[in-house]
Antibody, heavy 119, light 110 residues
């Protein structure tokens, strides 16, 4: 049974750096083909793909946010961490992590964590 | 890369069918058969409904079906039920070796 859960601060100030953690179970990020991605959703708006990390440490980033994002994994802890620098109020939203499944789909999602950017 | 284009809303009566389009480019939807569809109820995480254009994960009713022609993918919900009322998002793998989501469609069951 695959589960994922996001954790991190609920409030960050503008210009600060956000660090959100995805803790998962039911699979290993050391297994060939496995990946974990991050997606966000501003309140009332659409989903936006942010980043993904593969089992072999291959990393993919949204072209529009690439300069602000870093994704890392800790295989021993079953965790993936997304760091986003220079936070702005427009970055307010729910941040989800998800398991990369068949056909490059996201087949299991965490419940999401709401991050508000405000001074 | 730009978001895939979906109609903002779609509706149908119980038992009817509704089809949602998802238009991309030759660099995403048109280039790969890696189109997925997600259902999202208010306050909930998205749920995978269709992957690889036409495949349904275990547990997803066969009322949900997907297709693709050129740069446009489609999701059809047949035999609409009240619980199908939700937001739907398409997604595609893209030439830039990452993913792009659609703008989202709110489906209303009349």
């Amino acid at each position: 049974q695959i589960t994922l859960k996001e954790s991190g601060p609920t409030l960050v100030k503008p210009t600060e750096t956000l660090r959100v953690t995805c803790t998962f179970s039911g699979f290993s990020l050391s297994t060939s083909g496995v990946g974990v991605g991050w997606i966000r959703q501003p309140p009332g708006k659409a989903l936006e793909w942010l980043a993904l990390i593969y089992w072999d440490d291959d990393k993919r980033y949204s072209p529009s946010l690439k300069s602000r994002l870093i994704i890392t994994k800790d295989t021993s802890k079953n965790q993936v961490v997304l760091t986003m620098t220079n936070m702005d109020p427009v970055d307010t939203g729910t941040y989800y992590c998800a398991h990369l499944g068949g056909g490059l789909s996201l087949d299991y999602w965490g419940q999401g964590t709401l991050v508000t950017v405000s001074s | 890369q730009s978001a895939l284009t979906q109609p903002p809303s779609a509706s149908g009566s119980p038992g009817q069918s509704v089809t949602i389009s998802c238009t991309g480019t030759s660099g995403d939807v048109g280039a790969y058969n890696y189109v997925s569809w997600y259902q999202q109820h208010p306050g909930k995480a998205p749920k995978l409904m269709i992957y690889e254009v036409t495949k349904r994960p275990s547990g997803v009713p066969d009322r949900f079906s997907g297709s693709k022609s050129g740069n446009t993918a489609s999701l059809t919900v047949s035999g609409l039920q009240a619980e199908d009322e939700a937001d739907y998002y398409c997604s595609s793998y893209a030439d830039s070796k990452n993913w792009v989501f659609g703008t989202g469609t709110k489906v209303t069951v009349l």
